[in-house]
C-alpha cells in the first residue's frame, strides 16, 4: 500500500511541473495539440520516473527527475511553440524549482513515519495549485505579451532560475541526499522568491507602459476626431453668413430650385462636422469613425449594424485596440484591390448572450495563416497587431475565429460575460 501510494505522489510531480511549463509557453499549434503533446509527455515522465523508482529508489529518482522530464518536454516545445530555447530553458528551470521548492515543503509537512505521505500529496497539491492560479491570474498576460516582443536578453534571464537550480542540486542532491543543508537550501529558494519578485514588478512595469501607450494611440484617435469635428465647425461658422446671404438672394429672385440645392448643401455640411453615429460606446465609436469614414472617401463600400452599449463587461480601451487592428487590415485589403473591383466592408456587432463582433471585407491575394488561426505576416515591423489580439483573447478567454472564402475575409469576436468593473466603477462614481 505504501509503494502504491509513493507512486502516486510520484505522479503528482510531472503532471504539475509540465503543465507549468506549458501555461508559461506561447503555442503556434492548435489547443488540441498542445493538450496532447501535454498528456504524451506527462505519462512518459510519470513512467521513466517511477521505473527509476522501483529500480534504485526514491533518492535516484529526485536526481534525475529534471533530466527525465526535460529531454521529451523540450523537444516537444521546441516543435510546437513560437518561444526561442533560452525562453523554454527559463520555463523549464523556472518550474523544477516550483517543482523542488514544492517538494521540500511537502516533506517537511509529512515529516515522520511513511504513513504520512498522504499529507505529502495534499499540500503538494494546494502548493501546486496556488502557483498555477497566481501564474495565470495576474502574471500570465504580462509575461506572454513580453515573451512574444522581447528578443533580447532571454539568456540572461534563463541563467537565474538554472544557477539557482544548480546550487539547490549541490546543496541538497548530490552526490546522496542531503537533509543536513535544507536550511540553506530553503533559504536559496526564499531568495530565488524575491529575484522572481523583481522580474515580475519588471514585466509588469514594462506591460504597464506598453498598454498605456496603446491606451495613449486610442485616445488620440478620439481626440483626432473630435478636433476634425471643430476645424470642420468653425469653417462652417466662417462660411454661415455666405450660404446664408446666397440662399436669401436666390429666394428673391424667384430660384426655389436653387434655393434648396443650396440648403441640401449647407445641411451635408453641417453633417460632415459630426462624427457619425455608429455606436453607443463612445470610444468604439470614435475607432469605427476613425477608420471607416476615410474608407468611404475611398469608394469603398461600408454597411454597419452595430447594438454596442456605452457599458461593456469588458476594458473598452484594450477592445478598441482589438477592434482598431481588424479595421486597418480590412481597410488595407481593399485600397490594395483594382479600383473597378468591387470593394466592400460589412461590420456587426451585438452584446446578448456574448458581445460578438464580425468584420467582413473584400480581399484580393493569398493570406498567410498561423498555427493560433490568425493571419500571419512574415514583413519585419507587422504582425503586431495580431499578437495584441491574441493577448486580448487569453486575457478575456474570448475566440477569434478567422476564414477567407470566394474574395471575403472574416473575422468573428466572441467575448464571453465577463464582470463589468468598468459599470460598477461608473456606478459607484469612481
Known sequence: MNELINVLRISVNPICVVALIFIMSNFKCSIKTAWRAYFLITVLAFAANTLIYWLWGRPAMMRWFAVITAVPCLIALLILTKDHFPQLFFNFFTAVNALYLVSIAGLSAASGPEGHVIVDILVRLVLYGIILYLFQRYFSSPYHFLAEHMKRGWWSISLIPF?????????????????????VVILLYGVL??????????????????TQENNG??????????????????????DYRHYIGQIDALLQAGKLDQARQYTRRFEEEIQRTQIPDYCENTMLNAVFAFYLEPAKRSHIQVETHLNLPEMLTVDEIELSIVIANALENAVQACEKMPADVPRKIQIQGETEASLVVEIINTYTGTIVWGKNGL????KKGHGIGTQRIAAFLRKYHAVCDCEASDGLFRLRLLIPPQENENKQRKESGQ
Open 163 to 183: 544557477l539557482f537550480f544548480c546550487m539547490v542540486m549541490f546543496l541538497g542532491l548530490y552526490p546522496t541526499v542531503r537533509h543536513d543543508n535544507y536550511p
Open 193 to 210: 522568491c524575491l529575484v522572481y519578485i523583481v522580474i515580475y514588478q519588471v514585466f509588469q512595469n514594462t506591460y504597464a507602459r506598453i
Open 217 to 238: 494611440k486610442m485616445l488620440m484617435v478620439q481626440l483626432e476626431m473630435q478636433k476634425q469635428s471643430i476645424e470642420q465647425m468653425r469653417m462652417l461658422r466662417h
Open 375 to 378: 493571419p500571419t505576416t512574415a
